[in-house]
């Protein structure tokens, strides 16, 4: 973690070192054989540097205070100074009267411009930001802190680099689900490890974690569908065409690179829609899919702790209750959610000369990018096939768009783990199950080991997780309990999102685009800057 | 670990800064000893000290005598090459030997303890892994800036300008004694006289009278 980070600010380092060690203060101080010399000069620049020395031939010095003047015809300087001998041993300090045929050496000096002032300046930049930071993380811990279980094929990834997250959503036992992933390319070895971290201010009870396999063909890939279905799919098209209201996002949406597409929220209400269309070159003739790498971006986070922060004291009650009587509480908690909204996608069908509904592409979390497929429905294209995304401004992130041809759903090989460890001490556990579920703290991290039918890069895989995870209550949260607000969330979330449509603009301006953007640093995100 | 490796070298990089013989910034201008010189002769001999005179022949060099300044600047071989005047801590040093050196004439701020702070970004959770090196970077580059600062050496400052910093820029007196050469440390010893020098003058001098800053007739 810490090695890529400082390997992405080498640069950046020699060069901030540079530059500081190269700020230094030259031409303070002039020295002059006589004082014509010194008058000469001084007369030709227009200026003289305040500060007088007078260096007599027998190592004696006379040092004037700023104020002093050059009596030329009388060949005499004199000032307030002190004169100190050759040892510097007994200053005298008073009106001084120097002859200039006594003086070997004159020397004069500016004052600096307190070159402090710089250093002091950005220590104090830093300070603040840090103080700001911080006192953001503590009032929203999640943005801060990760959230949900976190997989990954490399035990020494950080989150930027997560391969899959577990069920985000399930912030109750009565909400536990289930949740796939899709994995990238596994190692070329039949024993895969995969390490679990809660990264987050959170207990996770994880009920279950399994591999669900497909064989590799040739051409070909499987998808997983919005609906957690698998299809077998081929002749992946890039768009040739991807615009929003920012104009061409074309080379943002051609590969699953991390370069990825968003928008800021609108900044009159959260809940704003806003359109992105695609173009493929390819006619309708066989059953297509339009295959979609997204995830969200922090707007759903800020909602979720805004509702826990707007509870106070009362978090654990709210929590208890939708626990034990569900109900309008958690309708109302969930509510939201359904008010943003997923990624609606339609499809422009030539003959009826309209956008045709296809489905709702959703996945709730803002870490691990999802990819996904949803089948399209049959509509008559001609040339291009148009889709159009519509989904709440601000709320999704989009990195590669597909036009796929669907072949057929396919059924997984489902591997459970074979072996379960703490990957610092090392010591197995037992596996879990619902009614002996592994619950990890934070900074917890402990590796799966699954036994692959053969190596593990012949296999397209998707990793589940079953279970549900508790957040842990902050002492912050006390502090800013607002019911109003909060049954304003749950009853007009409209005016919810118009009212704090600033505050979550703040939050978004040093989190979206500091937070996120600073992954990415070769390359360039596209986003909307309004 | 490559954090904490840098941690360290900034660290230590940073820690020789704040030499207390010599003056702050701003009241260099009253200063009546020397800049501070560390020198290097092609045999491998090392000085550092005040610097007494520098002319066409070579530098002289008062070594210091406060152990805190003279770390691993003791002399190595070839000795026969420096001239050691007196007895005393008084040194020559020819310019034609004379191969690199670095001139400190005010003393710079410590701001390596800064960078101490660089671990509350762990505070900061997951955005600790770009605030912990932007801390790191900000503050190093603070520490090394500042303990730089006030400094010139053989690219900045050449060998016939070295006079200029020295406590006699118009050469060594003649008659010198070396061995009442004393190292200096401006604002404690002998600038008591000069604090109470300022003392009188700020009882004496009206203010807004005297003659015109710096003015020549």
Redesign the interface.
Known sequence: ???K??N??HL??VF??LV??S????FF?T?YDSANEM?NR??ETNQ?????KA?F???E?V?F?????????QQYI???G?H?D?????????PQKVRISTV??F?T????K???MG?IG??T???A??LA??IF?IIN?K????SCPTFYLNPNS???HSDAEGFSSAILPRLAYSDADALPELPATSNLEITMKN?AMETHVVRGVRLKVFPKEDGKTVLQSHDHRFYSVKNGLKPVKAEGHEGDLLPALLAADRFERFSLAHPNSMKHRETVDLEFESNASAPLGLQLHFRQTLMSTFLFYSAMDDMGDQFSDFFAEMESKGGPLLKRFQRIQKELGGIDVSVWDEEMGKWVFAGTFGEFGPIAIENQLLRLPKFKAHQRVKVRLNMNQGLWRLDAARLCTVEKEVEPLVLQPTELRDRYSGKSEQLPSTEKPLVTNPGRQVIWKFSLPSAGNQWVAFLESEGYYLEWSRSEWVKDKNIARLTQMGVSPESYFRKNAKAYKEYEKTMER??WD?RYSEKQVVYEGR | MKAVKIFLLLLILSSCAGSKVLPRYDSMNYNYYGAQIKANDQFGNALKGELIAANDSGIWVLQNFDKSQVVSWGFRDHQENLVKIDSSNFYFMHLKDLETYRIKYARSKNYAKMMLLAPITFAHGLISVISFPVNLIVTGSVAIAGSRAYQYNEFDLPKEDLHQFARYPSGLPEGLNPKMLNNGVFGSNLSSPWQKARDVKNQTTPKNEGPKRGALE
């Open positions: 973690m810490k090695n980070a400082l992405r600010w950046p380092l901030a070192l500081l060690a700020c230094q203060h030259y101080r020295t008058l001084s007369k003289i540097k305040p500060f007088l260096h031939k027998n190592g010095v040092i205070e700023n104020e002093w003047e050059m009596d030329s015809s004199t000032g307030q002190t100190y050759v040892y510097r041993k007994t200053p005298t300090y008073g070997s050496l020397e000096n500016e004052r600096l307190n070159p402090e250093r950005a220590l930049v830093i300070g930001a840090d930071v911080g993380c811990p943005a801060c802190f990760g950080n989150y930027h990264e500091e937070f600073s």
